[in-house]
């Protein structure tokens, strides 16, 4: 048996923050964000809200589709740059939400890669032990990490969750090829500088904002631009199969002008590219699942076809996965 995506799920906070609250916040204007970002409005989590409870409901969420309960998760997987704490995992909180006690509990973080690494992950896993699941969820609450005084950057992020599950399918669904590629030397492009055993949070870290996400703009934008279109080259050859037999594109949702510079480089010409960055902004690696979930229950994935997911994050990171799509419900 193949190994596959048998549901999916999200979850996004209530709040929703729009351009013209967020330009206040920042200084710019509603016509800056939209004509640099594509970005209309995002969500910011409630006070009472920490990552483990955004992927707990997206968890639920993804087992409701896939027709399981949480007894029946061999392994639960959580993607997040966004922590609830240094420790314990934010998988092992999420557990206790979800009540999944037969799963091994633990986080990855690849940052907005984070996602198609563990889903990887949950691959392996899962073709090791036959007959187990794995729940993969990516879940990222950037509002709390947002320097304000930084509009290049705040405007872009919000906060979600989105998850799946992974088990075995029929032989001619699932995964069919996956590529993870890092490049450290270029470690220094996304940040968040204090916080870690290099630089402690002091007085000091917080007074000079460096506990706040920060990023080289430009520069993130030349690396996407160069490595990523090879990266997929490099994923569609090895599989064997030409770009234009791919029917969707689920990419990360950094910025949409971004996307659309992406797009026109990466040869995907019979691909509908799917994006939820106007409603929701950059929600780290909770991108790819979100908008994956988007898709699905917006009925624009048909039975079959095949799906690109793909993604690139802090690191560098980036990940892409080739799979055909097996629609939940269908035997």
């Given amino acids: 048996m193949a190994i596959g995506i048998l549901g999916t799920g999200s979850y996004l906070p209530k709040q929703e923050i729009s351009n013209a609250e967020i330009a206040e916040l920042t200084g710019t204007t509603e016509e800056w964000i939209l004509r640099k970002t594509r970005i209309g409005a995002r969500r910011f989590a409630a006070p009472d809200e920490a990552t483990s409870d955004l992927a707990g409901r997206a968890g639920r969420s993804a087992l409701a589709d896939a027709r399981l309960t949480e007894d ?195 040869g995907f010409v019979n691909a509908q590219t799917h994006r939820t960055l106007e409603r929701y902004g950059n929600v780290g690696s909770a991108s790819v699942p979100l908008t994956l979930d988007d898709a699905r229950r917006n009925g624009a994935l048909r039975d079959g076809e095949l799906v690109l997911l793909t993604a690139f994050g802090g690191g560098m990171s980036m990940g892409h996965c080739l799979l055909r799509w097996r629609e939940p419900g269908v035997s």
């Fill in 72 to 266: 029946n998760i061999d392994f639960l997987i959580v993607s997040t740059s966004t922590p609830d704490s240094p420790q314990p995992p934010t998988a092992c909180l999420a557990q206790e939400l979800l009540g999944a006690w037969n799963a091994a509990a633990f986080d990855i973080n690849a940052v907005c890669s984070g996602f198609i690494y563990a889903l990887e992950l949950a691959h392996s896993l899962v073709s090791a032990r036959p007959g187990s699941h794995a729940l993969v969820i990516a879940a990222d609450l950037y509002s709390r990490c947002v320097d304000f005084h930084d509009h290049r950057t705040a405007v872009l992020l919000g906060d979600g969750a989105g998850a799946a599950v992974v088990g075995a399918v029929q032989e001619r669904y699932g995964i069919l090829r996956t590529d993870l590629a890092s490049r450290g030397d270029c470690h220094y492009l996304i940040r968040v500088e204090a916080g870690g055993t290099r630089v402690p949070p002091s007085h000091d870290t917080i007074e000079f904002g460096q506990h706040f996400f920060q990023m080289e703009g430009r520069r993130v934008r030349e690396f996407v631009l160069d490595e990523v279109p090879a990266a997929q080259a490099r994923l569609m050859r090895d599989a064997g199969i030409p770009h234009s037999a791919v029917a969707h594109v689920i990419p990360h949702q950094p910025n949409g002008v971004l996307l659309d510079e992406l797009g026109a480089r990466a």
